[in-house]
T-cell receptor, first 113, second 115 residues
Framework: KQEVTQIPAALSVPEGENLVLNCSFT??????LQWFRQDPGKGLTSLLL?????REQTSGRLNASLDKSSGRSTLYIAASQPGDSATYLC????????????FGKGTKLTVNP | SAVISQKPSRDICQRGTSLTIQCQVD?????MFWYRQQPGQSLTLIAT?????????ESGFVIDKFPISRPNLTFSTLTVSNMSPEDSSIYLC????????????FGSGTRLTVV
C-alpha cells in the first residue's frame, strides 16, 4: 500500500529565504508525482506534475525534483514571499494509469514579512 | 484546462440528515473524482465517477453512505447520507486537466460540519 509522508509538518521562514519541502513515498512504482498548494477555505491549486520518466519540473520560482529509486521528491521555492504562505501537498499517482492519487498530510508554510 | 464550480462551499448540518454536494465542470470530462479531507489528515479518494456507469468506491467507502450521480460529462453530485459528527470534513471533487504538465484540477471544496 502506497504511503506518502511530508516533512516537516510546518515551516516558518523569513521573506526572501530559499526553502525545500520534502515528500517521500513507500512504493517507487508511481505513475507521476504532483505538488499542490492549498489555501485556507479553498481547494487545491496544482503547482507542478512530474511524470515517472522525468527528474524535475520548473515553474517560475518553483522547482520540483523526483528520485523514484529513493522514493523522494522535493519542492524548492526560491526567494519566498508572504504570498507563498499556504499548505503544500504532494500526491503520488499510482502506476497503471488508475488516476488515483495518494496524498501526504502536507507542509504548512508561513513566510513572514 | 478545466474549471470546476463546487457548491455549497460550507454547511453545518444536523446528525442524521443528508447533504448533497455538486460539482460542475466547464468542459466535458470522462472521470470525476471525489475526495475527503478529515481534520489534520491527508486527502483520501472516496470514489471515481464515470458517466453512464456506477461509481467505483475505494475501500472503506460504500454507496449507501456516499451515493454519487453522474448524469452527464460535466456534472456530478456526492451525497453524504445519515451524517454523524465523524463525517465533518472537507469534500473535494477533481478532474484531470487534460494537460500532462499540470495533472488534476480540484474544486474549491465543501467544508461540512455535523453537529
Amino acid at each position: 500500500k502506497q504511503e506518502v509522508t511530508q516533512i516537516p509538518a510546518a515551516l516558518s521562514v523569513p521573506e526572501g529565504e530559499n526553502l525545500v519541502l520534502n515528500c517521500s513515498f513507500t512504493d517507487s512504482a508511481i505513475y507521476n508525482l504532483q505538488w499542490f498548494r492549498q489555501d485556507p477555505g479553498k481547494g487545491l491549486t496544482s503547482l507542478l506534475l512530474i511524470q515517472s520518466s522525468q527528474r524535475e519540473q520548473t515553474s517560475g520560482r518553483l522547482n520540483a525534483s523526483l528520485d523514484k529509486s529513493s522514493g523522494r521528491s522535493t519542492l524548492y521555492i526560491a526567494a519566498s514571499q508572504p504570498g507563498d504562505s499556504a499548505t503544500y501537498l504532494c500526491a503520488a499517482g499510482l502506476q497503471g494509469g488508475s488516476e488515483k492519487l495518494v496524498f501526504g498530510k502536507g507542509t504548512k508554510l508561513t513566510v513572514n514579512p | 484546462s478545466a474549471v470546476i464550480s463546487q457548491k455549497p462551499s460550507r454547511d453545518i448540518c444536523q446528525r442524521g440528515t443528508s447533504l448533497t454536494i455538486q460539482c460542475q465542470v466547464d468542459s466535458q470530462v470522462t472521470m470525476m473524482f471525489w475526495y475527503r479531507q478529515q481534520p489534520g489528515q491527508s486527502l483520501t479518494l472516496i470514489a471515481t465517477a464515470n458517466q453512464g456507469s456506477e461509481a467505483t468506491y475505494e475501500s472503506g467507502f460504500v454507496i449507501d453512505k456516499f451515493p454519487i450521480s453522474r448524469p452527464n460529462l460535466t456534472f456530478s453530485t456526492l451525497t453524504v447520507s445519515n451524517m454523524s459528527p465523524e463525517d465533518s470534513s472537507i469534500y473535494l471533487c477533481s478532474v484531470e486537466r487534460g494537460n500532462s504538465n499540470y495533472g488534476y484540477t480540484f474544486g474549491s471544496g465543501t467544508r461540512l460540519t455535523v453537529v
